[in-house]
């Protein structure tokens, strides 16, 4: 019988495989040196059996939305059928974001991507990360002191041709001594705003994965270690806009909470 892959393995081909395709790499259009990730984000309003109701909202760090115009990198694998455009440019970008508090996260209405691709003569075909994968207060509350394995899946920027490939980054997170969570270091150019994951085990060898949160720039404390704005606080954010900002979209059917297995 074949050998059931490793926790830390397993997790990795969980997040490739669960949601590989939610991640759009960006940057302040005509300047280098502004790049960073943005995911896609289902929040769950009404769970019945003939579908989901939910708003979906593109994700990424606050701080890296405040200019005018944006260029985001299409990914031809998350378009159907493949675009002939390379790059998507965004006009009006800071005022399209919406700025949950001081939290340090911005959030989008999806409307106008799918209009765009829809005036282009393709759609969308994202992953997204949905209410089964995001925090809880539960699961932030297995952080403590001690640091524990955690995964940024972003878009790093290749130093010779500049390209914007997705990678998955190994490193830690753990709770700071005023409470927040904190990555355990710096992350490469580009992963900024891109969602942070860790894997809860479970009984037997199955496990659960989380999206912990978002990755925000460094703030000068610990050293340069990035802060993440977790996914409970912005659960609370959301909840408190208006609910019809933007209007829901219906998603059938709902999406099956998966479990993955590892080797004990």
Same mark, same amino acid.
């Given at each position: 019988?074949? &050998?059931?892959?490793?926790?830390h393995?397993?997790?990795?081909?969980a997040?490739?495989?669960r949601?590989?395709?939610?991640t759009?790499?960006?940057?302040? %259009?005509?300047?280098?040196?502004?790049?960073?990730? @943005?995911?896609?984000f289902?929040?769950?309003?009404?769970?019945?059996?003939?579908?989901?109701?939910?708003?979906?909202?593109?994700?990424?760090?606050?701080?890296?939305?405040?200019?005018?115009?944006?260029?985001?990198?299409?990914?031809?694998?998350?378009?159907?059928?493949?675009?002939?455009?390379?790059?998507?440019?965004?006009?009006?970008?800071?005022?399209?974001?919406?700025? @949950?508090?001081?939290?340090?996260?911005?959030?989008?209405?999806?409307?106008? @991507?799918? %209009?765009?691709?829809d005036?282009?003569?393709?759609?969308w075909?994202?992953?997204?990360?949905t209410?089964?994968? +995001?925090?809880?207060? &539960?699961?932030?509350?297995?952080?403590?002191?001690?640091?524990?394995?955690?995964?940024?899946?972003?878009h790093?920027?290749?130093?010779?041709?500049?390209?914007?490939?997705?990678?998955?980054?190994?490193?830690?997170? %753990?709770?700071?001594g005023?409470g927040?969570?904190?990555?355990?270091?710096?992350l490469?150019?580009?992963?900024?705003?891109?969602?942070?994951?860790?894997?809860v085990?479970?009984?037997?060898?199955s496990?659960?994965?989380?999206? #912990?949160?978002?990755?925000?720039?460094?703030?000068?404390?610990?050293?340069?270690?990035?802060?993440?704005?977790?996914?409970?606080? #912005?659960?609370?954010?959301?909840? +408190?806009l208006?609910?019809?900002?933007?209007?829901?979209?219906?998603?059938t059917?709902?999406?099956?909470?998966?479990?993955?297995?590892?080797?004990?």
């Amino acid at each position: 019988m074949p &050998e059931l892959p490793s926790l830390h393995e397993a997790t990795v081909d969980a997040i490739v495989g669960r949601v590989g395709g939610a991640t759009l790499p960006f940057q302040e %259009a005509r300047r280098e040196g502004s790049h960073a990730t @943005l995911f896609w984000f289902n929040e769950l309003l009404e769970s019945a059996p003939d579908g989901d109701v939910v708003r979906q909202f593109l994700v990424t760090a606050g701080e890296l939305t405040r200019f005018d115009l944006a260029e985001v990198t299409i990914r031809p694998s998350l378009c159907d059928p493949a675009p002939s455009a390379e790059k998507l440019i965004l006009t009006d970008f800071a005022e399209s974001w919406i700025r @949950l508090g001081d939290l340090g996260v911005a959030v989008m209405p999806t409307a106008g @991507l799918h %209009a765009y691709a829809d005036r282009k003569g393709w759609r969308w075909n994202t992953d997204e990360i949905t209410d089964g994968i +995001a925090a809880r207060d &539960e699961d932030i509350a297995r952080i403590g002191a001690e640091p524990v394995v955690a995964y940024v899946l972003g878009h790093d920027v290749n130093p010779d041709d500049g390209a914007r490939d997705q990678a998955v980054v190994v490193g830690k997170v %753990a709770r700071a001594g005023d409470g927040t969570i904190r990555w355990g270091g710096r992350l490469p150019q580009g992963c900024v705003g891109a969602p942070v994951f860790m894997s809860v085990p479970l009984n037997g060898d199955s496990f659960k994965l989380v999206c #912990v949160g978002v990755a925000l720039p460094p703030d000068g404390r610990d050293f340069g270690h990035h802060p993440v704005a977790t996914f409970d606080a #912005v659960r609370r954010a959301l909840d +408190a806009l208006d609910s019809e900002t933007p209007a829901p979209t219906a998603v059938t059917p709902p999406r099956r909470r998966r479990w993955w297995q590892r080797r004990s």
